[in-house]
């Protein structure tokens, strides 16, 4: 009778050997493998079992590349500035410097449970000052190379969290962190000219192993549009509108234009008449944001009072204020032709404005219409000169036209904004300029850096758009790098995404303190081959470290463009039809299940609840089942490791099914059925195993290395048991399936009389035809009845017998 397996006595062994002894060791021979996880913002409420989920799909990718031959860098940090952990330690009534650190040591300890191979030596924790120096570094290199800069502009603005907002941070018109009703606020601002690299962030996608939801997004972020920039001039005035258009073809059907309410021209616009109510619409406007104007379902409006003449047919267009557009985005005006646009059709319809049709399908015009013609594919009617030509056609030409008549020039477009980049709040990197009355924003020397930041008591968010820092006469008041006068330093600090944008990098030589990263080190071992997250990042962190990189690679940093070859995105797990959250009180933790299952029994749970791309629900029960499948595999190989069978063909047969199954399994991610797998072979196995009395020493083998990455412990105990001094990770490889052993000697096909099923045959593969009939009239029997007039095989199918 087998031992029973004792999973706490299992788990503490093996971690205490690994420790001693590591299983990932670079010895210069084998070939790298970069494995990344996101690394976690260091939160109060710990590891649920939601974020197992990603360390242990990652895991269990690193230990079989291990198992292939590879090194693996399988690092771990921590993202620990910014918001989320401000806004905790507020919560707490703590420093968050403090909290930070708690939170970090809770958090460690909990990964350590899941006993993943990460490479401790590697971490990285952008608090730290020694790193923070780098994230201070590459802003200084971008602010001389131009692509940071100051400027004042509306800004999301959060009440809650008292700080400026980037456009990703902000959804569904709230605060990504806090949830608070984002508006508007004018403030200096740092910004990232990411602009300079959009077409290289948007083509390079191509090149990209990423899943295709996740570059269509970045895609659509970037948003890169074709069209003109046409010039209508203001009637009775000697200035002129510049609208960006990417359907300049239909330019005849332009009816009204619309500029966003905070226009330079805007109030200008303004008569008499009109000035009370455009002054209102401007005031009401800038407290609404970006993403609820633009998602706003009722579109509203006010009329200048003005008009502008349309240079194509040179008749007068009235020039409205509408919040549907953006002061950011093109020119911040629109021409809006409202039989072919859904929004101009609505607003043209509310506000009485004409509706002139230019497009129509096989020429003919629409009576009465009720809805926007938005077919790209038409002939053009009302268009003057260009009647009777395909708008698709047109569409490419018209922007050459308009700019040989004059009033216009092709232009190319995007809705990627350049990055706000400054923080109002105290836990970040300061940004490492000094301003001079005399120099204007000099950089921080090289030398010179870190700037730390200074230790304080009072940290909270002070409101009135400036930092924390503002009010430390001591730290804010320096002399200027160039000329040496009083001079004063920058207070806002920068986002949290300053150093997850390019952590990566720093995991392979983070105590480098004279670079950023050695460039042997980065040729030998970067970039990231596999990066596995949530998709909640596929815009912000993502976009970034594509910037960040790319930025990098000009300078000379690192000779790649792009950080992550590959990419996953793991679906979020959550309880009764929730995203898990403290504030819903369905936060699983993963210290009680592994105490009471063990590690294993967890991380293979963790993969069983659904296809590791998409959402699941968790259910505490089902991990019952993987921890009867653990115990009844351990039971196999204690009752059969010495007893000195000898492997018969169907064992051979079975061993190679499993090797295939679950190495095709895992290659495509499908790793639910990974363990389902398990379960289903290991039941076969039981079967054979009792019908011919034994199951060999290379079948136990095989299957405790297939199992390994997934349950670690009990695979490196099993592997000990099967008489192996070494661990399993150093003194074997994953196994490759015997495609001609994997044959089945038999098949089983059906026997039709008539057309219907009446048996069923076991025959060898290679049976002729004449055997096959033969076997088949003696399985029918009395059946066969008449006189026989076809017999048809088709080969490993059917046989069937037709008689009248």
């Known amino acids: 009778m087998a031992p029973i397996y004792n999973h706490k006595e299992v788990e503490k062994k093996w971690r205490g050997n690994w420790e001693v002894k590591p299983i990932n060791v670079n010895d210069g021979k084998k070939p790298k493998y970069y494995c990344l996880d996101m690394f976690p913002y260091p939160s109060g409420s710990g590891l649920h079992v939601g974020h197992w989920r990603g360390y242990v799909i990652s895991d269990v990718w690193s230990r079989y590349k291990m198992l292939n031959g590879y090194y693996i860098i399988h690092p771990m940090g921590w993202d620990a500035f910014g918001l989320p952990a401000e806004n905790y330690a507020l919560k707490m009534g703590v420093h968050p410097k403090k909290a930070t650190a708690e939170n970090v040591a809770n958090i460690k300890r909990q990964i350590k449970e899941i006993s993943a191979v990460y490479d401790w030596d590697m971490e990285v924790n952008t608090t730290d000052p020694e790193f923070y120096k780098w994230t201070q570094w590459i802003f200084v290199k971008m602010f001389k190379a131009g692509l940071a800069y100051e400027k004042q502009m509306p800004i999301n603005w959060c009440p809650s969290c008292k700080t400026g907002l980037s456009n990703e941070e902000v959804v569904n018109g709230c605060c990504e962190r806090c949830g608070a009703v984002v508006t508007k606020k004018n403030l200096r601002q740092w910004m990232l000219k990411i602009t300079a690299y959009a077409d290289r962030l948007l083509d390079d996608l191509d090149k990209l192993d990423w899943p295709e ?53 805007a109030k200008g616009l303004a008569t008499d008449e009109t000035k009370a109510a455009v002054e209102e619409y401007i005031y009401k406007s800038s407290t609404r944001s970006n993403i609820d104007r633009m998602q706003g379902k009722e579109k509203t409006g006010v009329f200048t009072g003005s008009y502008a003449i349309n240079p194509i047919n040179g008749k007068k267009t009235p020039i409205w204020l509408s919040d549907y557009v953006l002061a950011d985005y093109g020119t911040g005006a629109i021409m809006c032709v409202p039989a072919h646009d859904d929004r101009d059709f609505e607003f043209a319809t509310k506000f009485n404005i004409p509706i002139i049709q230019v497009i129509a399908k096989d020429g003919k015009e629409i009576e009465n219409m009720t809805e926007a013609y938005t077919e790209a594919a038409g002939t053009m009617i009302n268009s003057g000169d260009w009647n009777g030509q395909e708008s698709a056609v047109l569409k490419k030409e018209a922007p050459i036209m308009i700019e040989d008549m004059g009033f216009g020039r092709k232009t190319t477009n995007y809705k990627l904004r350049d990055w706000v980049f400054s923080r109002q709040r105290y836990w970040g990197e300061p940004i490492p300029i000094v301003h001079c009355p005399d120099c204007g924003c000099v950089a921080v020397p090289e030398d010179q850096l870190p700037l730390l930041l200074p230790d304080v008591e009072s940290y909270q968010p002070t409101g009135t758009g400036e930092s924390p820092l503002a009010d430390i006469d001591e730290w804010v008041n320096t002399t200027c790098p160039n000329c040496g006068k009083p001079a004063k330093r920058e207070t806002n600090t920068m986002p949290q995404w300053a150093g997850s944008s390019w952590y990566f990098l ?46 990098l690679n ?28 403290k504030s819903k009180g369905n936060v699983v933790s993963p210290d009680e299940l592994v105490n009471d299952y063990g590690c294993d029994s967890l991380r293979m749970y963790e993969l069983f609840v659904g296809p590791p791309e998409l959402d699941a629900e968790w259910d505490d029960r089902g991990i019952d089942g993987v921890h009867r499948y653990l115990n009844r595999f351990w039971n196999l190989v204690e009752d059969n490791a010495n007893s000195g069978f000898e492997a018969t063909k169907d064992m051979i047969k079975l061993r190679n099914k499993m090797i295939y199954d679950i190495t095709t399994r895992l290659e495509s991610f499908n790793l639910n059925t990974v363990i389902s797998g398990f379960m289903e072979y290991n039941n076969k196995f039981i079967e054979l195993t009792r019908k ?72 060898p593969v290679d049976v002729s035809k004449e055997d096959a009939i033969v076997a088949a009239k003696e399985a029918l029997g009395e059946k066969l009845v008449g006189t026989i007039v076809k017999e048809i095989y088709v080969p490993g199918r059917i046989i069937n017998i037709v008689a009248k």
């Open 213 to 265: 939801k996740v570059k269509k997004m970045q895609g659509d972020w970037i948003g890169r549009s074709y069209g003109a920039e046409v010039d209508f001039k203001v009637d009775g005035s000697d200035k002129a509108i510049t609208v960006y258009t990417t359907r300049p073809d239909t330019l005849y059907g332009a009816t009204f234009i619309v500029l966003a309410p905070e226009h330079a021209m």
């Open 506 to 551: 720093r995991y392979i030589d983070n105590k480098n303190t004279k670079e950023l990263v050695n460039k042997e080190k980065a040729d030998a071992l970067l970039p990231v081959d596999m990066y596995i997250g949530g998709v909640e990042h596929a815009v912000l962190h993502l976009l970034y470290s594509r910037f960040y990189t790319k930025f």
């Open 692 to 763: 011919q009395g034994g199951i060999d020493k290379e079948t136990l083998e095989t299957i405790v290395t297939l199992l390994v990455p997934f349950a670690p412990h009990v695979g490196e105990e099993l592997w000990q048991v099967l008489g192996h001094d070494e661990s399993i990770f150093t003194s074997t490889t994953w196994p490759q399936h015997d495609e001609e052993a994997m044959k089945d000697d038999e098949i089983e096909i059906a026997v039709q009389f008539n057309g219907k099923a009446k048996a069923v045959i076991l025959l």
């Open 554 to 581: 000009d300078i000379g940093v690192v000779d790649f463009d792009e950080p992550f070859t590959k990419l996953f995105n793991q679906g979020m797990i959550g309880k009764d039809g929730a995203k898990m959250s």
